[in-house]
């Protein structure tokens, strides 16, 4: 069974940083995106980043160059570093691992089958 844990989600001040982490367990394909997704209250449920299993990263337009994805496969663990935090950025912090054909950081939800908990990220201005 595919299970995805996050955590790092806090209360933090606009400009301040913040470091989400997601551990993977469970899963056996050999091609994967591992993915960042957000909801704020009231919106849909978007793409942040991604990372895919040979290495390959995409970063959505509105993380503006402020976040960053990484992995370490030695802890099993995908981070999403974000720096310069805005009051729009609030949400609700998901991963997601989406089994692929072929190796492809996508950052389309429907792609995605198995999914986090989450963790919840409040920026105040």
């Known amino acids: 069974q595919v299970l995805l844990v996050e955590s790092g989600g806090d209360s933090v001040q606009a400009g301040g940083s913040l470091r989400l982490s997601c551990v993977a367990s469970?899963?056996?394909?050999?091609?994967?995106?591992i993915g960042w997704f957000r909801q704020a209250q009231g919106k849909e449920r978007e793409g942040v980043a991604a990372i895919d299993s040979d290495g390959y990263y995409n970063t959505a337009d509105s993380a503006g160059g402020r976040f960053t994805i990484s992995r370490d496969n030695a802890k099993n663990t995908v981070y999403l570093q974000m720096n310069n935090l805005k009051p729009e950025d609030t949400g609700m912090y998901y991963c997601?691992?989406?089994?692929?054909?072929?190796?492809?950081?996508?950052?389309?939800?429907?792609?995605?089958?198995?999914w986090g908990q989450g963790t919840q990220v409040t920026i105040s201005s």
């Open positions: 997601a691992l989406a089994p692929l054909v072929t190796p492809i950081a996508t950052l389309e939800p429907s792609e995605y089958h198995h």
């Open positions: 469970g899963y056996r394909y050999s091609a994967y995106s």
